[in-house]
């Protein structure tokens, strides 16, 4: 993989793609700025090879074009972080922007707008690729959190650029987990969260290959637990799923895998932070109720599964965790894996953000931007 440390890109049109899907409140203020800071190095290292600066990125999951969902933000936490005016582009494509483009000296930094504006960019259209290509001489990926997508600035756009390249938190990522999952020390404890087992199915059957324990939790969860047969209530359940999830815990069952799920759930009657909840045994879901969370007791079993772990690999939250009275599972096992003796890698969806607000994490072995792409 070629790196932009060994490509001539003074005086170049350098478009660099990067993750900054970073949180924001009602206010459209950013929560948390790591994912941004992470990027930092290659931006820093385009400019002081004085490179003209394109960056480009996508925020959440727009459907068309969402002003709340416009970076904006993003380029003035930028600008504050690399000290330098950062341009706003009004688009990511098109003849406005390629003429901003047209005007850029070395040294100078436009932000494209969401790339997610664009129905074309996640359905990695040629079309759109070819144009975005077109702004640049050169394309730098530095999203890794993004690169299990096939979307157009990940994928189509290195059969339009010049020349593709990879910036330096694509290639620490790579070379930790190279590392990390060649030759791990085990037990190899995944742990597994969020709220879809469709999008982490491949990386549940890769990881069916290395791991020697799963631990499972989230919405996913309640797919898991259907297949064995409980009452999951109103809880998310992805219907088709059903029969994939009930054979993954039957492959890790015939290769030795302990597979856990969770016994207790925090359920609600709505989805809602203000809605009645209580914590039940699994067995005890209300027909008209949904589970959003881990609970209690679910917790502490997952702590005394990873007392012996010498490895654990963490991707997704537990539970709701964004909303507060569903955010204790996820707490819980930020603890949990901050305590353990096990090398500790973290990341992905929310997770790091999870581990960012308790305030770990310093305890984490490395807090990676994305894991879902790596198993
Ligand atoms: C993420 O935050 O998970 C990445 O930025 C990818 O976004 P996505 O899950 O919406 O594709
Ligand atoms: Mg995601």
């Known amino acids: 993989m070629r790196s932009i440390k060994n490509t001539a890109i003074s005086g170049k049109k350098v478009l660099i793609r990067v993750d900054v899907n970073v949180p924001m409140d009602e206010h459209q203020n950013i929560t948390d700025d790591t994912r941004i800071r992470a990027v930092l190095p290659t931006l820093k290292y385009a400019l002081d090879h004085n490179a003209v600066l394109i ?54 930094v436009l932000l494209l707008e969401n790339l997610r504006f664009h129905p074309e960019e996640q359905k990695n259209d040629d079309g759109f690729a070819e144009k975005l290509a077109k702004l640049c001489d050169i394309y730098v990926n530095d999203a890794f959190a993004v690169c299990h997508r096939s979307n157009a600035s990940v994928v189509a756009i290195t059969k339009y650029a010049p020349l593709s390249v990879a910036g330096f938190l694509l290639q620490k990522e790579l070379n930790y987990f190279k590392k990390a999952m060649a030759d791990p020390k085990r037990p190899l404890v995944a742990i597994i969260g969020g709220s879809k087992v469709s999008s982490k199915l491949e990386a549940l059957e890769n990881m069916l290959k290395h791991v020697d324990k799963f631990i499972i939790g989230g919405a996913m969860a309640n797919t898991f637990l259907k297949s064995k047969g409980y009452n999951m209530g109103k809880s998310k359940i992805e219907e088709t799923l059903i029969d994939v999830a009930g054979s993954i815990i039957k492959k890790a069952t ?18 809602n932070s203000k809605a009645e909840v209580k914590i039940v045994p699994i067995q005890e879901i209300p027909s008209e109720w949904m589970a959003l969370d881990i609970g209690p007791a679910t917790s502490l079993l997952y702590s005394e599964a990873l007392q012996d772990a010498k490895t654990i690999i963490w991707n997704g939250p537990m539970g709701v965790f964004e909303m507060d009275a569903f955010s204790r599972g996820t707490i819980d096992m930020v603890n949990s894996v901050a305590e353990s003796y096990a090398m500790t890698i973290v990341g992905g969806g929310d997770t790091d953000v999870a581990v960012h607000e308790a305030g770990k994490s310093d305890m984490i072995t490395y807090i990676s931007r994305s894991l879902a792409n790596l198993f």
């Open 254 to 271: 015939e290769n030795g895998i302990k597979f856990y799920l969770p016994v207790d759930a925090k359920v609600a009657s709505q989805f």
């Open 55 to 108: 960056i480009a990125a996508h925020l959440d999951r727009p459907k068309g074009n969402v002003p709340e969902l416009c970076l904006a933000p993003v380029a003035k936490r930028l600008a504050r972080l690399l000290e330098k005016n950062v341009i706003m582009a009004p688009g990511c494509v098109g003849p406005d922007v390629e003429k901003i483009v047209s005007n850029m000296n070395t040294g100078d």
